[in-house]
């Protein structure tokens, strides 16, 4: 039973299709919100200082510090108070802090929480939690989707989602903060990476790059929804409130418009549902046919008018030379930016297929289950896979760092988010010009070395000169350079890894990469954490792991015309072939 011969006889654009299309990726979108939302609810950009003690006034008790040569108030120190009198003696808050922006209705977690100066670890921790949540759920929710389906498992992380994400915004507590967050970053996989796979599969293998572009753009989608939902609703308890009930519309949606995935139907033997769901979308676009659609591919029956439907050869699609798409962005991002786990073994499939399709030589044993273990049975493939590992732990760190940097830049937090947000929807089109014309390695190595450049200069560039000319603009125009190469050489990693690879061991290859990526993401907002000490120090973190990936990037064989590698051997001739073409 072939369902892409199926797809390929009642087309792909239903007004079924394009609803189940539709409610998938806005879910994508609802999801990312969450993920990168959390950057403006836990951020340092609202002013504090120590509350002053009773009769006199912060200027009077606030001292003055040199930061990034200039003088700036010292938000975590006061000139103490005894009998009475000021002192010049200098002593933690003793009395709090105040928020001058709270005053105007702009709040933030760290002004809750009073989560600054020496707590100020915890608001990093905070935003770490999530997307530590992140990595065990999206080995669950992968799990549980293979187990009951693709449908249940979005519709219940989706409810869970707005009921968690609610119950954020009213608490006060902060260890009970801290759990929320790792349970919602916990169900959001199920927002990002399910609705990715359900997206995927819905898209016959030429038309699969199409798919896999929808859904990154339904994630960039949600990235640029965050900063003018959060300038709307600028205390963080709303923006949380509204970003979680926005999701209860789609409930209804799902329940009685989406269908399960009809690959996964097919795959668990319940056939009959597939073919319902089938002849639904051929009656949407009055297509009359006599039996069954999930016919063999191979069938070979003549094609006239009067044949029934079930028995005719598929059509050919015309070629699509287009590269394989990557599994995943962001991801969840909870990677979120882009979603892949260990036990999804769906991502492998797709990238066989686009590429097989109809090659029935594929030289797996029969019976042999490949391990992570494998990865590491020859001296090529352990070089492969030291070399992706860091890579993908490179670009979690960069991706998501910047989401988090973003508040900390010069100018308008809002704004600058927004400016940074709007550069994704640029990079998956840019990306395809560019593999089929120069190749992967030496594009992402040049992608690197711009961010690199772009990071270095960000971190050591004043917000203005000595003369008094201000920087601000020229900040943000570097630091939307920087997210562009960054997410470019991401997205391209995840398409090389997909390549270098042999077909037994893609899965556990990407999945393992992903889940070692993950943990970038939660050591990121940590990296950033460490501005409040040393402002320059994050960016020339990012800057220094950006050019050893760079160096990393060159040691891997290019792979662009050349077939995927099926088994051990393929992968050495695959190797050599690149050498030979330096």
């Not at 400016?419 to 560019?434: A, R, W």
Request: proline share 5%; charged share 15%.
């Amino acid at each position: 039973m072939d369902v892409d011969a199926s797809l390929k006889i009642v087309g792909l654009y239903s007004w079924v299709q394009v609803i189940n299309i539709t409610i998938s990726g806005l879910q994508l979108s609802l999801g990312t919100l969450q993920v990168t939302g959390i950057a403006l609810s836990v951020d340092q950009a609202l002013e504090y200082y120590c509350k002053p003690s009773p009769g006199f006034t912060a200027n009077e008790t606030t001292p003055l510090i040199y930061q990034d040569g200039r003088l700036v108030p010292d938000g975590c120190h006061m000139y103490s108070v005894l009998n009475g009198t000021l002192t010049e003696n200098i002593t933690t808050c003793e009395n709090g802090w105040e928020y001058p922006g709270s005053m105007s209705g702009e709040t933030n977690t760290n002004s809750d929480f009073n989560l600054v100066c020496e707590r100020g670890i915890l608001a990093g921790t905070l935003i770490s939690l999530n997307y530590a949540g992140s990595l065990i759920g999206c080995y669950i929710t992968g799990q549980v989707s293979d187990i009951v389906g693709r449908r249940p498992v979005a519709i219940c992380c989706l409810a869970l989602t707005s009921i968690i994400g609610t119950a954020i915004s009213f608490t006060w507590n902060l260890e009970l903060m801290m759990a929320l967050r790792f349970l919602l970053g916990m169900v959001l996989p199920g927002s990002t990476l399910v609705s990715y796979v359900r997206l995927v599969e819905m898209f016959t293998p030429k038309s699969r790059t199409i798919g896999n572009m929808m859904s990154q753009n339904f994630w960039a989608l949600g990235v640029v929804m965050v900063a003018p939902i959060a300038y709307l609703l600028p205390n963080w308890r709303h923006f949380q409130l509204a970003i979680s009930l926005g999701c209860l519309p789609f409930l209804p949606l799902h329940w009685f418009f989406s269908y399960e995935s009809l690959r996964w139907l097919v795959q668990v033997g319940r056939a009959h549902k597939a073919e319902a769901i089938l002849k639904k979308i051929a009656k949407s676009k009055n297509i009359k046919h006599e039996g069954g659609f999930l016919i063999s591919q191979h069938e070979d029956v003549p094609l006239t008018e009067n044949v029934p439907l079930k028995e005719r050869p598929v059509p050919e699609e015309p070629e699509d030379n287009q590269a394989i798409s990557s599994p995943t962005k962001r991801d969840e991002a909870a990677n979120e930016r882009k979603p892949v786990c260990v036990s999804e073994e769906v991502n492998g499939n797709i990238i066989e297929d686009a590429e097989n399709i109809g090659n029935n030589n594929v030289k797996e044993s029969p019976g042999r289950k490949y391990t992570l273990l494998d990865l590491f049975k020859t001296r090529v493939l352990i070089k492969h896979t030291c070399i992706i590992w860091y890579l993908w732990f490179a670009c979690d760190i960069m991706y998501f760092g910047l989401i988090v940097y973003t508040t900390s830049l010069s100018g308008n937090k809002y704004l600058n988010f927004f400016l940074l947000s709007l550069v994704e929807f640029l990079v998956y089109t840019h990306d395809c010009f560019i593999t089929r014309r120069f190749g992967r390695k030496w594009p992402i190595a040049a992608f690197f070395a711009a961010s690199a450049t772009a990071c270095i200069m960000i971190a050591f560039l004043p917000e203005e000169t000595a003369g008094g000319t201000d920087l601000t603009v020229l900040i943000v125009v570097i630091a939307m350079i920087g997210k562009f190469y960054s997410s470019a050489s991401y997205d391209l990693t995840m398409l090389i890894a997909a390549e270098i690879f042999p077909t037994v061991l893609r899965n556990i290859a990407e999945g393992s990469a992903a889940a070692f990526g993950r943990i970038g993401g939660v050591v990121a907002p940590l990296i950033v954490h460490l501005g409040s000490k040393f402002s320059f120090l994050p960016m020339t973190i990012f800057a220094l792991m950006s050019l050893v990936s760079c160096i990393c990037i060159l040691m891997l064989p290019e792979t662009k015309n050349r077939p995927l590698p099926e088994m051990y051997e393929d992968v050495n001739k695959l190797t050599r072939g690149s050498e030979s073409t330096r």
